[in-house]
């Protein structure tokens, strides 16, 4: 069985190991790049998903895929002492840069780091209040496991927030993009990380990710309902949410 690397074809055992090269040659500049590359914007999408996803003190959050921490620092403030936030990710480079931010920046007693791979996620049923994954699930090799594995350790009334890239709804907005990503993108990752192979990879794997509606029809297959999705900065990227009833 085959499946895609950004647009290279490829076996499915290989596809996580090179997604692990890719990130373990990032993680050291992944802050800086993703400021960088999209001019500060990734801070506004994050910051609406973290408005969307109903967390109050004492919530169960797992932010999967969660990388360098961003999300799981704002809710490690959100649920308080009594609540618990689980940081985790595949990679293990990527999580000991984002377990040290969040200790430079105070995060103390209430997040766990936890190396998981969100296709079979290390958690009994129900867990979780909310979960969030932002820029990962395209990365992930079969999404549809990913995703009722996510649907699985929810709590009952919990939701399930993906940020992800996705469709640019405007066609001159999509040229402009096609030509800043696939241009720009690996230059920039060349100039500034040593590493335009890893950028390129991250624009093919934009182009190859399902758009808004078939996210959904994932998401609606995988046992999640009410499932409904915002654009953002005109389909460059769309915040989906879901139940799960
Ligand atoms: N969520 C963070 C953010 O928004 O800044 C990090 C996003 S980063 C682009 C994608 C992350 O997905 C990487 O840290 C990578 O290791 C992780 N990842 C890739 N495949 C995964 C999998 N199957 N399970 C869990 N994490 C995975």
């Known amino acids: 069985r085959t ?27 992944y802050d800086v790049m993703n400021d960088l590359m999209s001019l500060g914007i990734h801070r506004l999408w994050k910051r609406l998903t973290i408005e969307r996803s109903g967390v109050r003190p004492g919530h169960s959050v797992l ?11 704002k809710f490690s403030r959100m649920v308080g002492p009594r609540g ?42 129900n867990s979780f209040d909310c979960i969030t994954i932002a820029f990962g699930l395209r990365n992930v090799t079969d999404k549809d ?10 709590k009952p009334g919990g939701r399930l927030l993906v940020l992800e890239f996705s469709k640019p709804n405007n066609p001159m907005l ?9 241009r720009l993108l690996p230059f920039m990752g060349q100039m500034v990380a040593g590493d335009s192979d890893s ?22 297959a995988a046992g999640l309902e009410r499932v409904e ?8 990227v769309a915040l989906h949410r879901g139940i799960k009833l």
């Open 3 to 29: 499946t895609h690397f950004g647009y290279q074809e490829v076996p499915v055992e290989e596809k996580a190991s090179r997604v692990a090269d890719v990130f373990h040659s990032v993680a050291a500049r």
């Open 63 to 73: 932010d999967i895929a969660g990388g360098t921490g961003d999300l799981t620092l």
């Open 84 to 125: 618990r936030v689980v940081l985790a990710d595949i990679n293990q480079s990527m999580l000991r840069v984002g377990r040290d931010k969040l200790l430079d920046n105070g995060v103390g007693g209430n997040v766990e780091y936890v190396q998981a791979n969100a296709e079979c996620l290390p958690f009994p049923d």
């Open 145 to 154: 496991a990913a995703l009722r594995s996510m649907a699985r350790v929810l």
């Open 174 to 182: 999509t040229r402009a993009y096609d030509e800043y990503s696939f």
């Open 199 to 220: 950028y390129r990879y991250l624009a093919e794997s934009i182009r190859m990710h399902p758009d808004q509606e078939t996210l959904k029809d994932m998401m609606e």
């Open 229 to 236: 999705y915002t654009n953002l900065t005109g389909g460059i």
